[in-house]
């Protein structure tokens, strides 16, 4: 069954303010949320407006032209956005990544990056930070976005032929032009590249082993992801997911040879391998069939101030009211306020959700994936 489609607006309504809480603490960097998972990773999406239609994001039957977008004045703005990271940092952050809808549409986001550059971790390290694109403007933007301080990216690919490639995006935007922005990310030091490929049974489900064989040489990382429930304008069925264990099957079967690799860091959602005889890396993203909640350290802030504990959730906390009332808050109430929403946080929604029957009934109101970004 489709659910029924939620705009933005009423999300928005759904946003509630942060817990008050009594007595004030110092950020520590040591933050646990009530299952005790720590505080790592902040994802930012810096707009809600995308250039591409794909058919498991923003279908262009929903997302059409009168569609109503935030308006500008409701987005945070980089000082905004650079504060609240500085915040989040001292809890433990020690890796950003700039989302949206499509990042690189938001208007001279090379000074955001500039300024989250200068940010250093509790232990004085430089940020992780890292951006995920369509890859439509990054043959022109890599260099500048390398200049700015950013560190790598991640661009989405959902085929390697053209044909099926224009069919996902719905715009008409070709395969070729995204390569050149691959190939422009890694000429500028932005890599490793991971390009990341969304499998939709029947749409795309056949280019899991040209992709597999195109990248196959190439220093880049490639990863497969189950086609999620997020959001309600989707239409998501679960007989739409080609499974982990199916990708992984079709590769074998076209003879790929592949030797399991451990993870890079606790909580990372892909198990990998890499080809035995090639250079190439790929990863398969379960975000459907098997959990992967029990080391998510992963905390989302939206475009205009709703800060989400998880890419499922139902509801988010808003921040802009103590950024912008009569009385602005102080670094220290923010920080108190973002801490008491991480220690409440008990999100496993990929534990309690069955892989063989569709999500919980309040489904209908969680938040969309262009909104909340990836």
Known sequence: MTEKFIPITDIRQQAVPLPSVGLMQAATGQLLDSLQ???????????????????????????DQNYHYLPHAD?????????????????????????????????NIEQLIAMLANLRTVDGAPLDLSLTTNGSLLAKKALSLKNAGLGRVTVSLDAINDDVFRRMNDVDYRVDQVLAGIAAAEAAGLGPVKVNMVVKAGINDSQIVPMAEYFKHSPHILRFIEYMDVGASNGWRMGEVVTADQILQRLQQAGM?????????????????????????????????????????????STEGQLYTCLFATRGYDLRPLLRSARVSSDQELADGIASVWQQRSDRYSELRSSDTFVPTSASKKIEMSYIGG
């Open 37 to 63: 998972r720590p505080l790592r990773d902040l994802r930012i999406s810096v707009t809600d407006r995308c250039n591409f239609r794909c058919v498991y994001c923003m279908p262009k039957e929903i997302f």
């Open 75 to 107: 987005l945070l703005n980089f000082e905004e956005i650079t504060r609240l990271a500085r915040i989040f940092v001292a809890h433990g952050v020690k890796k950003i990544r700039l989302t949206g809808g499509e990042p690189l549409l938001r208007k």
């Open 257 to 301: 040879q592949l030797a399991t690799l451990d993870a890079n860091y606790p909580g990372e959602t892909a198990r990998r391998w890499k080809h035995r005889h090639h250079a190439g890396e790929i990863g398969i993203i379960s975000s459907v069939t098997q959990a992967f909640c029990g080391d998510c350290s992963r905390i989302r802030l």
